[in-house]
């Protein structure tokens, strides 16, 4: 069994409110080692918005800027131009003091859960830390940390272990119960299953969905997995280089994408048959003799995809493709939708040549 057949699907998205949970307009974040060095833009314009009691996925490969979005809204880097808004609130540059407040409103799950437990402390020590911050002593201090034990999977005696006597997947369980304990309406997952073994992962999956639907939750759910991000999500976010390649419902990105990109990550996707594979392998391999294995530096003006692409013509190395809807939706930031998805179905580039 497959970690997509065991993962739960979650309910479709809700109907858009007149506020979103979380709302990110025009965000960039420039990064510089040097003041000689040429300026990066990890996030360039990126619109994003989740609402209330949805999942939303950003996925996208290492380096296309979906953890600096996260990092810009958790406010651990900082933000060049844009806005960021938290439940109608401007946290855009929001100090040490205010981001104290949000906590009860929007947690972070990352990558490593030894991140957020510390070595040294019980984990039932390193659970009531959140709770103390906003008040809570004593018996329901104790009770609600065997509550959230309970609720992902662990024993209350749990709380009397350090976090080097659990395995990585149970560790990532209580990285889980950290960020719920305050009862949060956000979570923002960074990276949160894609350390784990395949049958872990849907464990894990299974239970963010389980805590979504128990407590009306909202998910930022990014990954460079587009399969884990399809199974979660209520619409997806497709980066690369800093820039939104396209963004719909979930549905409709993985099963008609809009972006050659978007294409690209799917075909790169492993399968169970093993027919399908050797297939998608032959065609990956065809991709890397025609165009490379890796993305050079952004382009200074055009489509950053356009180095990549098989169907780039002089239009996308000359212009900056717009957002545009796709009629599913969704948009698209491609000068070529839909006519790209013709020439993939018939194996051709733009000019009409063989790929």
């Not at 994003?48 to 996208?60: H, S």
């Not at 749990?158 to 979570?187: E, H, M, T």
């Not at 979930?250 to 050797?278: F, I, K, M, N, W």
């Not at 003799?289 to 993305?295: E, K, M, S, V, Y």
Request: a positive charge.
């Amino acid at each position: 069994m497959t970690r997509t057949q065991t993962a739960t699907q979650t309910p479709g998205p809700p109907a858009h409110t007149s506020t979103p949970l979380l709302d990110i307009r025009d965000l960039e974040v420039q990064y510089r080692r040097r003041r000689t060095d040429p300026v990066l833009r990890a996030s360039d314009h990126v619109s994003l918005r989740v609402d209330p009691g949805e999942t939303v996925g950003v996925v996208g490969e290492s380096g296309s800027g979906k953890s600096t979005v996260a990092k810009a809204a958790l406010g651990l880097t900082p933000v060049h131009a844009g806005r960021i808004e938290l439940a109608g609130r401007d946290i855009t540059h929001l100090g040490p003091r205010g981001r104290r407040d949000l906590s009860r409103v929007m947690q972070v799950v990352f990558q490593d859960p030894d991140a957020s437990l510390n070595p040294y402390l019980r984990v039932g020590r390193s659970l009531a830390e959140p709770l103390e911050v906003h008040g809570v002593r004593g018996a329901e201090l104790l009770a609600r940390v065997a509550t959230a034990l309970e609720q992902v999977g662990l024993p209350p005696e749990a709380a009397g272990r350090y976090p080097a006597q659990f395995s990585g997947g149970q560790k990532q369980r209580l990285a889980i119960a950290r960020a719920l304990i305050v009862d949060p309406q956000l979570v923002i997952c960074d990276e949160a299953v894609s350390a784990l073994d395949l049958s872990v992962q849907a464990q894990i999956l299974n239970l963010l969905a389980e805590q979504r639907r128990r407590r009306q939750l909202s998910y930022l759910f990014i990954s460079h997995d587009i399969e884990v991000v399809r199974y979660l999500s209520d619409r997806i976010y497709v980066m690369y280089l800093g820039q939104v390649m396209e963004t719909g419902p979930a549905h409709a990105v993985t099963g008609r994408p809009a972006h050659p990109y978007t294409q690209e990550l799917l075909d790169s996707a492993p399968v169970a048959d093993p027919r399908v594979q050797r297939r998608r392998s032959e065609e990956a391999a065809r991709r890397v003799r025609h165009q490379g294995t890796a993305a050079a530096p952004p382009p200074a003006t055009g489509c950053p995809f356009a180095p990549r692409c098989p169907y780039a013509a002089d239009l996308c190395r000359a212009e900056r493709p717009a957002l545009r809807p796709t009629g599913d939706g969704g948009l698209s930031a491609c000068h070529f939708y839909p006519q790209w998805q013709t020439w993939h179905a018939q194996g051709l580039r733009a000019e009409g040549v063989p790929l």
